[in-house]
């Protein structure tokens, strides 16, 4: 015999509703544990993917602002001319000029050690000291404010001619081979920038650097161009403040939360609140996780291998310039997940309270129903043994177990009658020993149908196949009791089946009265609410996932309209930018062509005075060159006496034989350079007549030049006005073009700001649109009435806004910008026809 079959069933009934309830209640609290749970996990994992992201973005976003900085540093004016300047300057201080400069700006320098910088210059009074004194001010300036760790200038041959921090490698040389601190990170930032083309960077990691007590320094490095020459290399040090800053926000992290970067080899890239110690390249990450995201792949999960404590991290890739860091996001995972604790201690309570509240409720109906049924079963017990003084409770009760004792009454009351008989009653000995017979057959069957159902057998039957009227009702009363209870406890188990299984459509649809229609209208409530609770969760997991797929189309499209606008904005801004660059050139141009004018003018007018000068210098020379040609003709007639006088002491020395041969070969030098003479005298003399020639009409041309000098200083008068007044309109088209510039500059930040927020927002819809359709998987176990089916979205709304009117927006920058430029075009037209007037003269 089992356990089961020796139980009562006044036992079975109250553990089987105890049990019952326990179980439904058991289920639902952990299942709705585990689901809150992994709600709150996927939370706080996501809530650190948001953090690790957004701190990538905005590392990488800094970055950039330092890489233009130091682009638009090393392209402008002020730091050619600085390098070229301390270049020149370098020069002039022959060998040796690291000892030098060391020994004037570090060792006697008179500030504390980190802060020489505040020295403007060293007292020496050399061309060096007046550069640094011209230039130095300003760029420390430039790293005060943008926070730098230093600036250096390189010439083109390696030499670090300036540095703001003047540190061990003040001074040295960093080409290959170079100084002692050549072969360092700063030595490769050089070697690297030098070779670069103009616009293009190099940077380099975080490595110890000796020159700076190997602390931790990280390079940026670009080449600087004088025209299309390369005269050197412009580098920043990164500032490790302004990266601790960055990562030091709190925002969203708890007590125990901060975000890190790491580098490939698991180092940190900056400083940990929770950590007193430099942590840059000295704390390490283990976690393999690192790994991926350095190879570009966001990753999320638990790990122990930081501040000894289990922690949720989230990492995301951040790429500048060929080199990623792994920006983390973490948090103790007993902190991100506390309220996890607290809604699972919280429905521990709320649900111990209510089991036993049902459970006291369910042991309360149970006692109704196996109470009764054991007092008449100890009642007909008592009978059998022939105690006829024994009462019968339950007679006035109006369910089954009050038919039941009124049943057991009549038997009583009959067995008294019977045994009041006696022997009186002889003659019916016969019939009262049937009907014994009989009340015993009815009794065995009473006890096996009660012991069956005490047993939790509810198939047995008391046999209806009895004379007795009486008998046959009672058999009826109790049959209809155990087909009661039989019915009742199956349809509770039923439903009760049916709800562990997720199928909220079973009920209970017997007949019942008392305390099993009290069970029945308990079991079909709790079925009822829970069908309520489930439909109620799938009408709000539908109506997420539609107001979710809504929000991420809108947004998609929103997405992509102001992509399109940034880049419309963008190319605007490019074009405004470079027609005011364009409309300030020409005004410079057109205030230099009316200073050229007014010179033109003012030598134009001395021009007139010089011609009526050369003019008389004209007449004076023809009266020079006729005495010229007097003095000539003089000349002439020495040479031909010169010539006879040669020719005579010639004859004179051949007469004199060998003693005359030396004054023979003067003669005839003296002869040929007499002759000489007289050629050069008569090809002088045509000279001076074709110069006289010449001078006669270089008088006439001098004499027009003169007339025509005249029309133009008063041409040039004319066009000098013009150019006056075409530079003050080219000036206030300039300032009224970069007005329109800065304004499509801002409205081009806060476009990109704005799509950035945009794919920010797309993330997070579509984070969300999972967690709907994960909701939606979960609510669709459970089967109700309307078949589980979802609902169609309410509200969908497919129609793509309008765009812009033409008459605002960038079209109205554009058409202005188009009449500005027509404008300008038109003046320049004005300018191109004066200059062509003025080539006329």
Known sequence: MSVLSRLKIAHKLPALVIGGVIAVGLGLGISGVMIGSSVITHAETEKLET?????????????????????????????????????????????????????????????????????????????????????????????????????????????????????????????????????????????????????????????????????????????????????????????????????????????????????????????????????????????????????????????????????????????????????????????????????????????????????????????TITRPMSNITETMRALADNDLDVTVDGIDRSDELGSMARAVEVFRENAVKVAELGVEEAARQKALAERQEMMEELQQSFGIVVGAAAAGDFSQRVSEDIADDEMVKLSRSVNSLIDTVDRGIKETGEVLAALANTDLTKRMEGNYEGAFLQLKNDTNRVADRLTDVVGQLRTTSTALKSATSEILAGANDLSERTTRQAATIEETSAAME?????????????????????????????????????????????????????????????????????????????????????????????????????????DVKVLIEQSVNEVDGGTKLVSQASDNLGVMLDAARTNNELMVSIADKSKSQASAIEQINTAVREMDETTQHNAALVEETNAAIEQTEGQAAELDRIVDVFVTHDGGQRRLPVGANNQVPNELPPENGIKAIQAKAQKVAKSYISQGNAAVDMDAEWQQF
């Open 51 to 367: 953090l690790a992201d957004g701190r990538a973005h905005e590392m990488k976003a800094y970055l950039e602002d330092l890489q233009t900085d130091l682009l638009l540093t090393a392209d402008n004016p002020f730091t050619v001319e600085a390098l070229k300047a301390f270049d020149t300057a370098w020069d002039t201080l022959g060998g040796s000029q690291d000892k030098l400069l060391q020994d004037a700006y570090i060792k006697k320098n008179p500030n504390e050690l980190g802060s020489k910088h505040l020295l403007d210059a060293a007292p020496g009074g050399t061309k060096y000291d007046n550069v640094h004194l011209q230039y130095h001010g300003i760029f420390r300036e430039q790293l005060n404010q943008r926070g730098y760790y230093d600036i250096f200038l390189f010439d083109d041959q390696g030499d670090l001619v300036y540095t703001v921090f003047k540190e061990l490698d003040y001074a040295t040389n960093f080409k290959t081979g170079g100084g002692q601190w050549a072969d360092t990170d700063l030595g490769n930032a050089f070697r690297a920038g030098i070779a670069l083309d103009k616009g293009e960077s190099y940077f380099l990691d975080f490595e110890p650097y000796k020159p700076s007590n190997d602390a931790p320094a990280s390079f940026i490095s670009t080449p600087i161009f004088d025209g299309k020459t390369r005269i050197g290399v412009l580098v920043f040090q990164m500032p490790i403040d302004r990266i601790n800053a960055i990562m030091g926000a709190k925002v969203g992290l708890g007590e125990t939360g901060e975000t890190l970067v790491v580098g490939a080899d698991h180092l940190m890239r900056n400083d940990s609140t929770f950590s007193e110690d430099n942590d840059i390249l000295q704390t390490t990450f283990k976690a393999q996780e690192v790994d991926a995201v350095i190879n570009g792949n966001a990753m999320h999960g638990e790990f122990t291998e930081y501040r000894n404590a289990s922690m949720l991290f989230a990492a995301a890739p951040m790429e500048f310039e060929g080199t990623t860091w792994a920006v983390l996001a973490v948090q103790e995972k007993s902190e991100a997940l506390a309220s996890v604790d607290t809604m699972r201690w919280t429905m521990l309570a709320i649900g111990s309270f209510l089991l036993l509240i049902t459970a006291a409720i369910g042991w309360f109906f149970s006692r």
């Open 578 to 682: 470079q027609l005011a660059d364009t409309v300030l050139e020409n005004a410079k141009e057109a205030e230099s062509a009316s200073d050229i004018a007014d010179k033109v003018r003012a030598t134009a007018e001395e021009g007139g005075d010089v011609m009526r000068q050369a003019n008389e210098a004209m007449e004076r020379i023809t009266e020079s060159s006729n005495k010229i040609s007097n003095i000539i003709g003089m000349i002439d007639d020495i040479a031909f006496q010169t010539n006879l006088l040669a020719l005579n002491a010639s004859v004179e020395a051949a007469r004199a034989g060998e003693a005359g041969k030396g004054f023979a070969v003067v003669a005839v030098e003296v002869r040929r350079l007499a002759q000489s003479a007289a050629t050069a005298s008569s």
